[in-house]
């Protein structure tokens, strides 16, 4: 039987004559061009009280900080948002083929990520949403945050299409590419960063190779021990995790005495019960660790109010770090439109797309489930806080180079639908031509009013006193 319900045993059993069929009849019912589509429902609910109802059950006093980010531009709203578009991307045309799907798929979750090799890659990064569900909408999202930052940067309508037309045309090709290979090369496929300078070098100019080096390097720098550097001190000869109030709040400065012993032991029980999610080697290096010191974490922009702990582990001395980072997993904002999936808990619902997605994944990723102080029982995933992690910025990019960092991700974010779902239908869908590569072009631009829309009515909200917001 098939272990995910993206790619279904008869699909599987068909011949890829008879899958690349399926693929090219699907045009009729769905023609490409029909992705340029866009239109709000007309009982479309109101944004704000969309964000809302997600922000009902985050901690309270961090709230004011998510909406402080969101309201900061349309970008950052849109980082903050994928509930909001995971309901309009129901009603947009899709064809019914479904793969995983990462659920926020926007440029800035495309990022530099350490293999367990250590070769630095070229994956996608956060799966708080990950579900299986149409591969259109994962495109389209893709797409939508290319423009919302083209415009940010002041780039023509010309120019930011371009920009997705590259994108999606990445995307198409290198489908068509998967749809040719066998399933044992597209499971190896990746793209680490030496593949990228070579394939893409050419396209860009040398200050741009100079700054993608830069990036790489610092990446590089970005690990366990730079975050021990920078997020610890030393308290009676111990050392501890430093308060940066209220975005690192150490467990000892959060909770009085009671409630704190109580969620430290809960803390303590998470740590060694998600040790059985890993692979037993790697269990055996975690427990060669001691959990030195919790700290609470505001993390990204869409996550801010969701609980999120740092935890400091101490090995071999107490130079010997690892930390970790146990986030709250909570429904995906995909699951009313896609379905609830058929994990047990939500955080192995994240672990699970993030580990059918990624060519590589983190070797200490794994999920688990706790009753908090208030009694009530959440999921968790656990991960690397820092492990070779660069970010893009799209602020400093040109037309050209946003165009180019659009190709990287559209191929990037093929060879993660080509492991779920059925490369060879999508492929002969999509074709060789530009139909698709032009409509969501359109649908791109379409959505991005959308956001400025949805942008100004959460900034409404705030300066009317709606919803408090604070700028940190």
């Known amino acids: 039987m098939a272990m995910n319900n993206a790619l279904s045993d008869d699909i599987l059993h068909r011949t890829p004559q008879e899958r690349a069929a399926r693929g090219k009849d699907a045009r009729s019912a769905v023609p490409r061009s029909s992705h340029a589509e866009y239109e709000p429902r007309g009982k479309r609910p109101d944004p704000v009280e969309v964000i809302e109802k997600q922000s009902a059950t985050r901690v309270p006093e961090l709230v004011p900080i998510r909406y402080g980010r969101m309201t900061e531009s349309p970008f950052r709203f849109y980082r903050g948002a994928a509930a909001i578009m995971a309901g309009d991307l129901s009603d947009t045309p899709k064809t019914g083929f479904r793969t ?16 367990p090799e250590r070769r630095l890659m070229v994956d996608i990064n956060d799966f708080d949403e990950t579900l299986p569900g149409p591969w259109e909408w994962d495109v389209k999202r893709l797409s939508a945050s290319f423009v919302i930052a083209g415009r940010a940067n002041g780039f023509s309508t010309g120019e930011r299409a371009a920009i997705v037309r590259a994108t999606v045309r990445s995307y198409r090709e290198q489908m068509r590419v998967y749809a040719g290979m066998g399933n044992l090369p597209v499971w190896y496929a990746q793209f680490d960063v030496d593949a990228i300078a070579e394939r893409y070098s050419p396209q860009v100019d040398r200050q741009v190779r100079k700054r993608f080096a830069r990036t790489v390097a610092k990446a590089k720098r970005r690990d366990t021990l730079q975050a021990f550097d920078r997020l610890t001190t030393v308290v009676d000869g111990h050392r501890r995790i430093a308060p940066d109030p209220p975005l690192i709040m150490p467990l000892h400065d959060l909770l009085p005495g009671g409630e704190r012993d109580q969620l430290e032991r809960d803390l303590h029980r998470l740590i060694e019960r998600y040790g059985q999610t ?19 974490k505001v993390v990204g922009v869409g996550s801010v109010g969701t ?30 439109y896609a379905g609830a999936g058929a994990h047990r808990t939500q955080g192995e619902r994240v672990v699970s797309g993030q580990r059918l997605m990624q060519a590589t994944s983190d070797i200490f990723l794994g999920w688990e489930r706790v009753e908090g102080i208030d009694g009530r029982r959440r999921d968790f995933y656990i991960r690397q806080l820092r492990d070779w992690k660069g970010i893009a910025e799209p602020e400093t990019m040109t037309p050209d180079n946003m165009r180019t960092f659009g190709e990287v991700c559209g191929a990037t974010l093929a ?16 074709g060789g031509g530009d139909i698709f590569d032009r409509a969501l072009a359109v649908f791109a631009e379409r959505y991005a009013d959308q956001n400025e829309h949805d942008h100004q009515a959460l900034v409404d909200a705030v300066r009317t006193g709606r919803v408090p917001a604070e700028s940190l």
């Open 278 to 296: 890993l692979q037993s080697d790697r269990r055996f290096l975690l427990e060669q660790y001691r959990l030195a010191d919790i700290a609470r």
């Open 307 to 336: 609980r999120c702990w740092i935890l400091l582990l101490l090995g071999r001395d107490d130079e010997d770090p690892l930390f970790l980072q146990a986030k709250e997993a909570d429904q995906s904002v995909l699951a009313p």
């Open 415 to 430: 060879r993660a639908h080509a492991r779920s779902g059925d490369r060879i239908a999508i492929a002969a869908y999509l």
């Open 100 to 115: 995983q799907l990462c659920g926020d798929a926007h440029m800035l979750n495309f990022r530099l990520l350490a293999s």
